[in-house]
């Protein structure tokens, strides 16, 4: 079993920064792969990044890719996305999730777990 709980969401102008964080409990968080997803108001969760549990696999996919990075410090059972040129188009909330399997990471359903998401808002 696994919590997540998402922080350091926030209004920031366009061309910001934010550092998302997403702390989990439970004791095997360091084998789960995480995964970063968001959602727009009337629009379905868009994956953002995942990482492997060993930080071995990193995945993006392209209206990031260059712009966010995933980290994670498995002694602090912490999870972290750096965002940097924020674009209004990035306004959502952001949820954290992890799941054991190393397959499928952008997709939402093979998730087990999920933190409660952050509010992220981009102003142009």
């Known amino acids: 079993q696994v919590q997540l709980v998402e922080s350091g969401g926030g209004l920031v102008q366009a061309g910001g920064s934010l550092r998302l964080s997403c702390a989990a409990s439970?004791?095997?968080?360091?084998?789960?792969?995480i995964g970063w997803f968001r959602q727009a108001p009337d629009k379905e969760r868009e994956f953002v990044a995942a990482?492997?549990?060993?930080?071995?696999?990193?995945y993006y996919p392209d209206s990031v890719k260059g712009r966010f990075t995933i980290s994670r410090d498995n002694a602090k059972k912490t999870v972290y996305l750096q965002m940097n040129s924020l674009k209004p188009e990035d306004t959502a909330v952001y949820y954290c999730?992890?799941?054991?399997?190393?397959?499928?990471?952008?997709?939402?359903?093979?998730?087990?777990?999920w933190g409660q998401g952050t509010q992220v808002t981009v102003s142009s």
């Open positions: 999730a992890a799941k054991t399997a190393s397959s499928r990471v952008g997709l939402p359903s093979t998730y087990d777990y």
């Open positions: 439970g004791r095997t968080f360091s084998s789960y792969t």
């Open positions: 990482m492997s549990w060993n930080g071995g696999a990193i």
